[in-house]
């Protein structure tokens, strides 16, 4: 059973960064994609930023690019997302989830909705 453990969310203002961070269990690199989805009120879950296990390529929402990082320690077992500039838009849940390979270009994930962390709240003010 794979296994997320989120950390790193806070409250920060518009402009400020903060580094997400999530320990995976039961789940190998190797074996599939990984990446970082969030929630905000009111609306679906959505993909912002995933990473191939294939070539390590990295891929991010429009709304994010230029302003988030993704990055994996396999050590670790550890993937990490750096907001900076970060805007109010960016208040949501954040959570990690395994990615199929066959998606990670469309950061999608298939998990079923049992299988999500606690996430880590992230909250922008203006």
């Known amino acids: 059973e794979v296994q997320f453990v989120e950390s790193g969310g806070g409250l920060v203002q518009a402009g400020g960064s903060l580094r997400l961070s999530c320990v995976v269990s039961?789940?190998?690199?190797?074996?599939?994609?990984i990446g970082w989805f969030r929630q905000a009120p009111g609306k679906g879950r959505e993909g912002v930023s995933c990473?191939?296990?294939?070539?390590?390529?990295?891929y991010y929402a429009t709304s994010v690019k230029g302003r988030f990082t993704i990055s994996s320690d396999h050590a670790k077992n550890t993937v990490y997302l750096q907001m900076n500039n970060l805007k109010p838009e960016d208040t949501a849940v954040y959570y990690c989830?395994?990615?199929?390979?066959?998606?990670?270009?469309?950061?999608?994930?298939?998990?079923?909705?049992?299988?999500w962390g606690q996430g880590t709240q992230v909250t922008v003010s203006s």
């Open positions: 039961g789940f190998t690199f190797d074996d599939s994609s």
């Open positions: 990473l191939s296990s294939r070539d390590g390529t990295a």
């Open positions: 989830a395994v990615v199929p390979n066959r998606y990670v270009q469309h950061c999608m994930t298939t998990m079923s909705d049992d299988s």
